[in-house]
């Protein structure tokens, strides 16, 4: 999959969908550049949770 493709993608489920989609599309795509953006997402994901459930 091109680099530009995949961005694309990522860019239609976050603003689409939500985060746990796009991280479930990162680790579909099975390369090096979504497991990059998935383990990135994921922290985000968890701090922005934290963030929520400590207010």
């Given at each position: 999959m091109k680099r530009k493709d995949f961005i694309r993608e990522?860019?239609?489920k976050v603003?689409?969908?939500n985060?746990?989609?796009a991280i479930d599309y990162c680790?579909?795509?099975n390369s090096p550049m979504g497991h990059v953006v998935a383990a990135g997402a994921t922290?985000?994901?968890l701090a922005l949770?934290?963030?929520i459930s400590t207010k």
């Amino acid at each position: 999959m091109k680099r530009k493709d995949f961005i694309r993608e990522l860019i239609k489920k976050v603003r689409e969908e939500n985060i746990d989609k796009a991280i479930d599309y990162c680790e579909e795509v099975n390369s090096p550049m979504g497991h990059v953006v998935a383990a990135g997402a994921t922290k985000f994901a968890l701090a922005l949770e934290s963030k929520i459930s400590t207010k």
